[in-house]
């Protein structure tokens, strides 16, 4: 019997589990506390799904109870046309064209970041942003693969930029960043898709956040780069874009021309691949999700869930208008749900953490969570209630004004 030793390498649990197990350890000390405390470290939105996109699944389900209505699996595994070419107009609105047949519906972004490196071999050397999401980095050590980073620090804007002195050959971009709430302009991005070109690599991009870009000249999407459709896939989420954290709906979008040369010189599809890496391990998304994400991308979808991305947007908004007054440098909170702040008096991001939860009763994340660069910093999200969010902000500027 022998077991995969990588998962040996890896914390022994996920970031967020930590935090819990430290919230429940203060809550246990302090059962007074417990309705106290403002959490503001998860991702997780509050906001209620919009109303059209409701009906939309209720109607899906509703077709499920009739014969002619019933659906079983998918044919094709890879969605429904009807959604894929709602997420195609969708990209159309802002000046990208992207055919249907290019995207691949799934249960959501963070799935398809760990599972898309299932079809690339071990042997590739990966780059990875640090500080980043923790699956980038877990999902290739599972796999024992060789990974190197690029460094986002305060000196560049938490926006990391190629090195052409060393090789990589899978990249992990992800804009607006999580954590850093940090984007990428068009030159920056297209800095990067030269620098795949040029070592013939892939770059796989999160566009999870996407949603929230506010800026006109920050792109939305890295196909609205020259070059990227040679050596770009994209991944995208409908949950914080549309509420779906508890739905489970998002898509990968892998280009027609995206194709690499095996050793023995074949030309390969990556779209082939993932599709044949899907079609064994994964049954698609449920009828009735699918045509709730569709409502999504409806005229009406896109003023309602308008609606709650403004709700967020203003939070965020709070938060940064706090930092300022504060004098706290941070990234983030204009074109991203996230606040990412440099701890003060040169706090580390555990003693921060420690700090703010034991003092005020609010809850962010530590930056060392998300790697070495991260360390000395602190995300928060604006994914809160409104009025816990101002009331949090007014906690930390009473602490720190001290």
């Not at 019997?1 to 040996?8: D, S």
């Not at 980073?149 to 052409?164: L, Q």
């Not at 660069?373 to 928060?380: C, D, I, M, T, V």
Request: hydrophobic content about 35%; aromatic content about 12%.
């Amino acid at each position: 019997m022998y077991i995969n030793e990588n998962y040996l390498k890896l914390e022994k649990n996920y970031l967020f589990i930590n935090i819990a197990k430290k919230i429940n350890e203060y809550i246990k000390n302090n059962p007074d506390k417990k309705d106290n405390i403002i959490r503001m470290g998860i991702g997780d939105v509050t906001l209620p799904i919009a109303p059209c996109v409701v009906e939309a699944v209720k109607k899906g389900a509703e077709e499920m109870g009739v014969k002619e209505t019933f659906k079983g699996y998918e044919d094709s595994g890879t969605g429904y046309d009807f959604l894929k070419e709602a997420i195609a107009g969708y990209y159309k609105s802002f000046g990208v064209e992207i055919s249907p047949d290019e995207i691949r519906v799934s249960d959501g972004a963070k799935s398809d970041c760990g599972n898309i490196v299932d079809i690339f071999g071990d042997q590739n050397i990966v780059l990875i942003t640090d500080p980043a999401y923790p699956v980038y980095v877990d999902s290739n050590k599972m796999n024992g693969r060789n990974i190197i980073y690029a460094d986002s620090t305060k000196e560049n804007g938490f926006c990391a930029v190629p090195d052409y002195s060393v090789h990589a050959d899978l990249i992990y971009l992800c804009s607006p960043n999580n954590p850093t709430g940090s984007v990428f302009n068009k030159d920056e991005l297209k800095a990067w898709v030269d620098y795949a070109i040029a070592n013939k690599a892939i770059i796989i991009y999160d566009a999870a956040y996407e949603a929230f870009i506010a800026e006109p000249d920050i792109p939305r999407s890295i196909f609205a780069i020259e070059g990227s459709r040679k050596c770009a896939i994209e991944i995208c989420s409908l949950s914080k874009t549309a509420g779906f954290t508890g739905m489970r709906c998002g898509y990968t979008v892998i280009p027609k021309e995206l194709e690499v040369v095996t050793a023995n010189g074949t030309v390969v599809s990556i779209s082939q691949l993932w599709g044949r890496r899907q079609g064994s391990k994964f049954n698609g998304v449920s009828y009735p999700v699918q045509c709730g994400a569709a409502a999504v991308f409806s005229d009406e979808g896109r003023e309602q869930i308008k609606v709650n991305l403004e709700y967020y947007k203003e939070n965020a908004r709070i938060i940064a208008e706090a930092l300022d007054e504060l004098g706290i440098y941070y990234t983030g909170g204009k074109n991203s749900p996230y606040i990412w702040l440099e701890c003060p008096n040169g706090m580390g991001s555990w003693e921060f953490f420690d700090l703010l939860l034991n003092e005020i009763n609010v809850v962010g994340t530590p930056g060392a969570g998300f790697g070495k660069n991260g360390e000395g910093y602190f995300r928060l999200t604006s994914f809160g209630d409104r009025d816990k969010t101002i009331e949090a902000v007014a906690r930390i500027k009473k602490l720190l004004q001290k």
